[in-house]
Each structure stands twice: as structure tokens, then as C-alpha cells.
């Protein structure tokens, strides 16, 4: 009689409602040099700011230790620990960031799925602590490595938002969102002039379409 008391509370209780806030946007092929050329044009550098900015648009972001003392490399042949990928999928993230947290889990079933055939993932916290960075890599249990970026807390985040290249770049190509947290970039076989974008969450069916593409049948 209890138990039957008790099983029916259970399944009196309501079920939680999906999200429905996602930001699921298209993918979005772009060439580096025409958004770079825009920048440059529309804002007033330096040529010394040039060489940095030349090396930024080759997304060297992504190309240092993770939090996990991996070295990342998978794009610069030029650098250090460089491993090519097939398919790289950078990805600027943050802790607080609700649509990463909700991109978190398919983002790490895509790289079980895929790794042994040449997908490799890569993440960059922004605006971010670092502890707390961490708790949210093994509440999702992140199995690919996730660097260090803009390091601050929350309530100080405002300070330095402006002065990312994450910020640069998504604001050149249009992305309106005030911290534009997922904004992932896709290279192809080692093609940096012509990755694709997301300003916003994956949609799936576009990037398992694009990687089985990609990765071909071996």
C-alpha cells in the first residue's frame, strides 16, 4: 500500500519542461581573408597590429597547453605539438554560458563518435573562472581538451569583453549577441582560409551532414 502511495507521488511529479532558449544557428561558410580585409578597413591599425591580427585570423587562439596540461596544436604546422585534424572544431565557450551547457553533451558525443576517424574538438573558455570552468568540464565529462582564455570573474567580466579576438571576430561577421558564447569555427583537412561558423548552438543534422561529409567512409 505504501510503495503503491509512493509510486504514484513519483509519477505525480511534473516533468521538466525542455529549454526552449537555445540559439541553434546555420552553419556558415566564410573566407578568413575577406573578414579580416573588413576589419582591417573599417578600424584603424597599425602594421605591427597587422602581424598580430594575420596571426589571430589563423585562429592561434586554439594553439596552446588545456587545463589538463595537453598541448593543442591541431592546425598550425608551424608551431609546436602539431597534430593535423580532418575535421577541428574550435569552440569559444564559458562557464556561465547556458547554450554551451546545453551544447556541452553533444558536443562530447560527437567526438567519441568521430575521433578515431579524424575529428578533433577543441574548446576556449572566455570571460571565465577557472575553477568553475572545471566544474562544468566534469559535470559534462569534456573528453577533449579546453584551454584557458580571459580569465575573470563574473561580476568583472564587462572590463575585458571587448578586447578578445572572440569579440573581433564574431562582431566583424555580424553576430549582434552581447558575448556570443558558443561560437565555434570548423576547419576542413587544415583549410584555415575557409572554415565554417556557428554564431550560436550547432544545429546537429548540419554538422553530422558536414563531418560524415568530410571524414568520407574510412
Request: aromatic fraction near 10%; proline fraction near 5%.
Amino acid at each position: 500500500m505504501i510503495l503503491a502511495l509512493l509510486t504514484a507521488l513519483v509519477l505525480q511529479q511534473p516533468v521538466p519542461a525542455p529549454a526552449n532558449d537555445h540559439e541553434y544557428t546555420d552553419l556558415l561558410k566564410i573566407k578568413a581573408s575577406e573578414i579580416y580585409n573588413k576589419y582591417v578597413s573599417e578600424h584603424q591599425v597599425s602594421e605591427a597590429d597587422k602581424k598580430e591580427l594575420r596571426d589571430l585570423f589563423r585562429f592561434n587562439d586554439f594553439v596552446r597547453k588545456a587545463m589538463d596540461g595537453r598541448m593543442v596544436n591541431f592546425h598550425s604546422p608551424k608551431d609546436p605539438g602539431y597534430k593535423p585534424a580532418k575535421v577541428l572544431i574550435m569552440s569559444y565557450v564559458a562557464e556561465w554560458c547556458k547554450n554551451c551547457n546545453y551544447e556541452a553533451p553533444y558536443l562530447r558525443d560527437l567526438y567519441h563518435r568521430y575521433k578515431s576517424r579524424g575529428l578533433e574538438i577543441v574548446a576556449r573558455s572566455e570571460y571565465s573562472e577557472v575553477e568553475k570552468m572545471k566544474a562544468v568540464i566534469e559535470k559534462h565529462q569534456t573528453p577533449y581538451p579546453v584551454i584557458t582564455g580571459s580569465v575573470i570573474a563574473y561580476s568583472e567580466r564587462e572590463k575585458i569583453r571587448l578586447e578578445t579576438f572572440q569579440y573581433l571576430l564574431r562582431s566583424t561577421l555580424g553576430d549582434k549577441r552581447k558575448w556570443g558564447t558558443p561560437f565555434s569555427i570548423i576547419v576542413i583537412n587544415g583549410d584555415l582560409e575557409n572554415p565554417y561558423v556557428v554564431l550560436g548552438e550547432m544545429k546537429s543534422e548540419q554538422v553530422n551532414e558536414l563531418i560524415e561529409r568530410s571524414l568520407g567512409t574510412n
